[in-house]
């Protein structure tokens, strides 16, 4: 009886092995088409980042590119953590549900003492002095096969649902990783940029000052010179408060201190063409259908739902079937003064049989499930639409600032141009200060401009790349791969 007590029990824990080894789903990669262009299509000239000239906040420096950005990223996000959490939540729940398929294992043992009297069978009253102890180990099972069978299905479907959301908000934090380190190169680019005006306007105040003392220029050129030089202190005050809260809002993405200082570890900031700039958007739309996670997720959910309502029916009119198998026995002793062995007795039990059930609460059970279904189609199609708008808005801006990058190109060279020949008419003695002043001016803005443009324009190619669920490590030409 114990032998097979025991060959039951390790069948049970052999065939729940299998059965939670087959509840491992797999999320299939499927093939990411390349749009990156064959050649970088701007031929703009990189901003200069100067990261030997800058200092920290508080602590210290710590120079970052783009590439260690996206993996910190990945690996210290909190977002990313709490997706992975929720994917292991999900496989728990398939796991449960797979789990109602196998069979409950319920050992029990009692030992029993009775003295005194009983009543025997014919109805007599007797005396009586008995021991018994009984063992056994029942395994049961009672489900709606139906029911069981749509649970797993949703479980499924939910834990596809996790893995692409998971997908989609590793891609949030590398367009987020992205997008905030583009903005910490612009914000020292300004920082740059400012700090060379601030120097040609303490230039020009020197020059000014000293063609006063000489009887060459008039006062009002040095006080010109001197407010200006003010100004663009203030400017350059300002431009480092930009930085820092830059550097800060990266290390929150990254997890990392905020008091450390982050710094673009490039020279330069310089356009990064990533997007194809002939792709149509009906074929931008078409390449986010099949490649959003989050779109994916929630076509996932709507079956899920799906499922939900068939289980609901079938817990509502589906038989409940159960099958049992209880194995054990009984023994003791009995006798009023000598009491004598009964030894042991085996037993063996085997149980079938079905019921069907009918209430009123499994009718507003098939209600909510048919509301919940009804639901997640509607948000599959909402999400669909914010999905063909995000790729609309996504591909305007990257088309607007691509035009903008040979026009802040040629405003920059010009703005230099004209600085040039102003201050050699102001040697010349053929212009004023304020001219000067104003050349200055129009170059410190065309360099600015110059900066954000293509800041922007990097940041519009990350953002389509997100909007069309292609962005990765290698589609930013890093190193940093897609998969965990």
């Given at each position: 009886?114990?032998?097979?007590?025991?060959?039951?029990?390790?069948?049970?824990?052999?065939?729940?092995?299998?059965?939670?080894?087959?509840?491992?789903?797999?999320?299939?990669?499927?093939?990411?088409?390349?749009?990156?262009?064959?050649?970088?299509?701007?031929?703009?000239?990189?901003?200069?980042?100067?990261?030997?000239?800058?200092r920290p906040m508080y602590t210290e420096l710590l120079p970052i590119d783009l590439a260690s950005a996206v993996r910190v990223a990945l690996a210290e996000n909190l977002d990313v953590r709490r997706a992975r959490e929720r994917v292991a939540g999900s496989q728990a729940r398939l796991d449960g549900s797979v789990a109602a398929l196998f069979p409950v294992l319920s050992p029990w043992a009692m030992a029993e003492n009775v003295g005194g009297a009983a009543r025997a069978t014919a109805g007599d009253i007797?005396?009586?002095?008995?021991?018994?102890?009984?063992?056994?180990?029942?395994?049961?099972?009672?489900?709606?096969?139906?029911?069981?069978?749509?649970?797993?299905?949703?479980?499924?479907?939910?834990?596809?649902?996790?893995?692409?959301?998971?997908?989609?908000?590793?891609?949030?934090?590398?367009?987020?990783?992205?997008?905030?380190?583009?903005?910490?190169?612009?914000?020292?680019?300004?920082?740059?940029?400012?700090?060379?005006?601030?120097?040609?306007?303490?230039?020009?105040?020197?020059v000014t000052e000293a063609r006063g003392r000489a009887g060459a220029g008039l006062p009002a050129d040095g006080l010109r010179a001197r407010a200006e030089y003010a100004a663009r202190r203030q400017d350059l005050a300002l431009a480092l408060k930009a930085f820092g809260d830059a550097s800060v809002a990266l290390a929150v993405t990254l997890h990392l201190d905020p008091a450390v200082t982050l710094l673009p570890a490039e020279e330069s900031l310089a356009p990064r063409p990533l997007v194809r700039a002939d792709l149509e958007i009906t074929a931008l739309l078409d390449l986010a259908l099949a490649h959003r996670d989050d779109l994916q997720a929630v076509f996932a959910l709507v079956g899920a739902a799906e499922a939900d309502g068939k289980s609901a029916w079938w817990a509502a009119f589906g038989p409940t079937t159960s099958a049992g198998a209880l194995y054990g026995g009984l023994g003791g002793s009995a006798g009023v003064d000598d009491k004598e062995s009964q030894g042991w007795h085996g037993q063996d039990r085997v149980m079938t049989g079905s019921s069907w059930k009918l209430a009123l609460s499994s009718l507003a059970d098939l209600e909510s499930a048919g509301s919940n279904e009804r639901l997640a189609a509607l948000d599959a199609g909402q999400k669909l639409e914010r999905v063909r708008a995000e790729v609309v808005r996504a591909d305007q801006e990257r088309l607007t600032q691509a035009r903008l990058l040979p026009d802040a190109a040629e405003q920059l060279k010009f703005a230099e141009e004209a600085l040039r020949t102003t201050r050699a008419s102001f040697d010349a003695g053929a212009t004023t200060a304020f001219d000067v002043l104003h050349a200055e001016s129009v170059l410190g803005l065309a360099r600015l401009r110059q900066g954000e443009t293509v800041a922007r324009f990097n940041q519009a190619q990350v953002n389509l790349l997100a909007a069309l669920g292609l962005l990765d490590g290698v589609s930013l030409g890093t190193s940093v791969s897609r998969e965990r």
């Open positions: 009886m114990t032998g097979k007590i025991l060959t039951g029990v390790g069948a049970a824990v052999l065939v729940f092995a299998a059965g939670g080894c087959l509840t491992r789903v797999e999320l299939p990669e499927p093939p990411r088409p390349s749009i990156a262009p064959e050649a970088a299509e701007p031929s703009t000239e990189g901003v200069a980042l100067d990261p030997a000239g800058a007797v005396s009586v002095a008995f021991e018994s102890y009984q063992v056994w180990a029942l395994f049961q099972s009672i489900l709606n096969p139906g029911k069981v069978a749509y649970d797993i299905i949703a479980s499924r479907k939910r834990l596809l649902a996790s893995g692409h959301q998971e997908r989609a908000v590793r891609m949030e934090v590398v367009r987020l990783a992205a997008v905030q380190y583009y903005d910490l190169s612009l914000a020292r680019a300004r920082v740059v940029a400012v700090e060379r005006a601030v120097r040609e306007a303490e230039e020009l105040v020197r």
